[in-house]
């Protein structure tokens, strides 16, 4: 059964740093492109960055780029998304997603298996 666990969101101050990861049981990372997303309430889920499987190239969104760093570790099977620099308009449920394109997008639609999200809050 193919699943996905995000991890590591919580409160924490504008200013402040978070590391988020993405757990995969039933199929291995990577043999896919990752993604993690967000949507705030209210607002459509929009790509923050992403992981390509054919050369490990990464590509953030603008508002992210600078703070926002994606990893994985393949031995794992585990990817992760540092989060500095932490703005109040960041707060959303993060999503991890994969999608079996070589090349990765921040396009929510390419993307085949979604985890549950974890809430990140920024807040004073």
């Known amino acids: 059964q193919v699943q996905l666990v995000e991890s590591g969101g919580g409160l924490v101050q504008p200013g402040g740093s978070l590391r988020l990861s993405c757990s995969a049981s039933g199929f291995t990372l990577d043999y896919y492109a990752i993604g993690w997303f967000r949507q705030a309430p209210g607002k459509e889920r929009e790509g923050v960055s992403c992981?390509?499987?054919?050369?490990?190239?990464?590509v953030y969104a603008d508002s992210v780029k600078g703070r926002f760093t994606i990893s994985r570790d393949n031995a794992k099977n585990l990817v992760y998304q540092q989060m500095n620099s932490l703005k109040p308009e960041y707060t959303a449920v993060y999503y991890c997603?994969?999608?079996?394109?070589?090349?990765?997008?921040?396009?929510?639609?390419?993307?085949?298996?979604w985890g549950q999200g974890t809430q990140v809050t920024v807040s004073s």
């Open positions: 992981f390509s499987r054919s050369d490990g190239s990464t």
């Open positions: 997603a994969v999608d079996v394109s070589v090349f990765c997008t921040l396009g929510a639609k390419a993307y085949d298996y």
